[in-house]
């Protein structure tokens, strides 16, 4: 595709020979002639000089390079590079080998792949693709253009919105992990008669979990993306937007509100929230509340600029010891020759 | 269902009105009219004047609400929630594309759901139900009331006793991780020719995975539970009754005693014991036995109590650090000051 | 098996009665008659005396234990035990209840289970053994000798080389985490158009997951091993006989040199490089690059040494504080004290 047309198609203002032919995309590292690349992060402006890209999706035109002006280069990258590679699609139809229930409706346009399962009184909307292997239980509802990948689990009556995504082996409405113990110490199975809601536009990643309630709901937000591995327990409340990275862990009950973000292996504690717009950093541990704004770190968290201050000075806690005992000694030396003057006064 | 029948099937002493009519059950702040919550932690006594349930479930009984008293209010609880909610439970039967082989044996009145896999000289106990998608390898042995939700995978020659429950897509007895290195530092696979053992009464949740042994078996004993995205190492042994909360991971050979707590994303490293009772908090590492009945926190963890005491101080760490600095200061000037006094004299 | 013969099938040096017949192998405290045990850690030196097992693999003989003298007990003992025990491996043969699509092609020896799916286009070379319910995904290409377990799942378009085993559930090439956001704070996914590449000799353990690069590649390089529920983000690359041990986290665009070692539960942030033969311990956060040969510790890492002083002296961390603040007292007193002695003068 010449660059004149690409920028049409993104709508970007054009800088430089239009006439260029991009044929794929790339890093701007990685990036060779006939590919095009982006600066979004201006950490890395000093790498444009070096690139070896054709063409850059840049907020501010360079000498000597092509450019295509954009106020967000790191959307428009993602834009381009969907014009330029689309994941294969299944065709629409029902494979022979899948199992579906008599009463389960499927929409127009859906394509279920072989050896699916979906048990009675389901409803999914338009243009669903399940891919083979998925598992849909009984009475789940399922908005339009789902997203399925081999090994999907949807469990009984949960309820998913549009546009939802759920990579392999994800796991929508497991039981949630909670037992009563009796006065020999044995746990009895709390029956989790509630469901997961998941609202539209939510991508979920590989082997993640989210749990139903023991009752009422576990809800999963409009617009949140929710990593691998991630693990979000019975009654939890994901708000819109949020992001949770890779192996987080929530424990039940507990609240995100919109547009929190999660880096990997985050720790959250039951009955928490954590409120608008907060930031938490890898491998941190959030035991209580986490006030709206706020960037955290640390297990348990704290405000990350302090966090920053301990985690500098911890390396040295070794030696910091030694030096109180000096300085200890040191100053009982003092004061037993400030006493013994005195004595000798 | 009236309060009173409530009473009379829970077994719990009713003070207050009977005729109400109970229709369903929620926590102490989302319950509403019709409904019955519970108090079980005393820390939430406070929320008992707000609620707006037409009964409880408490150790006491309180003026102007119903009362169901119990001296196990969460038990009950727990109880009284299996009386208004039963998960379904596919009727018994074979489904025609479940893959069975002649071998296997199963017992009365199981259910097979679709696409089941049971391998060669599999023994499967009473009234076991497979949801789609199980894989059984040969050889495995299973006890009654086996529930196996779609996608468990249990390998060849595993035993497992009565009432094991596994939720989605539980792998129990893949290879653990175990290699030689040879003198160009290449890896080998060592062969794992050991199986696991479940015990009876376990329940495991979704993603979660136990590995088979090098030699001999890793063992899940009588009770324990088991929370989602777990790992338990080969050679493992958990204790009775034990919890393990979610995104746990156990490297190999180590041993829970009876009745150990693990809460969320604890690591325990290899060829340790924690004895009975303990307590380990979430996040923590464990690369030593921990005594029975300890309660630990931290990585590397060490007793609760002073790992609070740590950890309220480290966000004062980088001040600390400061602080100690300026006493180095200021004790020096004494000391040249003194040794100045000294001479002067 | 006498042990004349397992020497000579070893290519051990005999020590001892030739005739002992050992009928299976075990560790050095759980070996009993007629078993086979090892010494490969002289840690565990002082319990080669007291062991009851028949014959040991050791590097030096000891008096009144039938030895296999061996330069690595370890790997022949790894050696010894595959001559012992051979896990099951199904028939050649293609189970009819498979979904084959027309233009997958398959080498010659191929066991392929009931359930199974395999897209178009897929090819996979010779003695490939694939388990219950495995499903590969169209365009794939595969090596010799592949063995995949029941529900692993291979993304469209990834390439795995020779040898290599993925354990259950594994998921290759599911999407990678990325989103762009636009003006109204909303994420796009960006399509993710790269794979995944495993090369010659990788085993990957039970619920692991490789995310496919947006673009180019995500590359395991050979001899890998990776245990259980690790997460490697897109566009990483393993180094060549790296240890990845069970729930490992590798954020986007990582780099691990060859030989690297992270234990359990490690974190690693994007766009960072681990060099040859760096160790870094358990629940270690890595946020920086680590040099060739280092040995590292902590959230975030630093030297294993200096965060081993460091964490031996944060239990004190409360009690230094507190010894901080009665310093501060004495000095404050030492100087008024000798501010008042030089106004007296």
Chains 1, 2, 3 share one sequence.
């Not at 800088?15 to 790339?26: F, K, P, T, V, Y």
Request: charged share 20%.
């Amino acid at each position: 595709m010449r660059l004149r047309e690409l920028a049409q198609r993104l709508g970007c203002r054009l800088e430089g020979d239009g006439e260029i032919e991009i044929h794929s995309l790339a890093g701007i590292e990685q990036a060779g002639p006939g590919q095009l690349t982006f600066l979004a992060n201006p950490r890395y402006a000093h790498k444009v000089k070096a690139t070896r890209a054709s063409a850059i999706l840049i907020r501010e035109p360079v000498a000597g390079l092509a450019c295509l002006v954009s106020d967000n280069p790191y959307l428009d990258f993602a834009r381009a590079l969907a014009l330029f590679y689309q994941p294969p699609r299944p065709a629409p139809g029902i494979h022979p080998s899948a199992v579906i229930a008599p009463s389960a409706v499927l929409g127009p346009n859906a394509s279920v792949g072989p050896l699916v399962v979906i048990g009675e009184k389901v409803r999914i909307g338009a243009n669903a693709v399940l891919y083979p292997q998925v598992t849909i239980y009984e009475g789940v509802e399922i908005g339009d253009d789902f997203l399925a990948h081999a090994g999907v689990v949807v469990r009984e009556f949960c309820r998913i919105g549009h546009r939802v995504t759920l990579q392999n082996h994800v796991v929508i409405g497991g039981d949630g992990f909670g037992f009563a113990k009796d006065a020999a110490g044995r746990h009895h199975k709390i029956v989790q008669s509630g469901i997961v809601v998941i609202e539209d536009d939510v991508e979920i990643q590989s082997l993640s979990s989210v749990d139903r309630a023991t009752m009422g709901e576990t809800r999963i937000r409009r617009g949140a993306r929710i990593d691998s591995l991630v693990q979000i327990g019975h009654a939890c409340e994901v708000g819109e937007d949020s992001i949770l990275c890779g192996q987080v862990g929530l424990a039940g009950s507990t609240t995100l509100k919109n547009n929190v973000l999660l880096a990997g292996q985050v720790g959250v504690a039951g009955h928490v929230t954590i409120h608008e717009n907060a930031v938490v950093y890898a491998q941190s541990g959030i035991g209580q509340d986490v006030p709206a704004g706020a960037v955290v770190s640390g297990s348990p968290a704290f405000d990350m600029k302090a966090w920053r201050r301990a985690v500098t000075a911890f390396p040295k806690l070794g030696d910091l010891m030694r030096q109180v005992r000096q300085l200890e000694r040191r100053l009982a030396e003092l004061e037993s020759a400030r006493q013994e003057s005195s004595l000798g006064q």
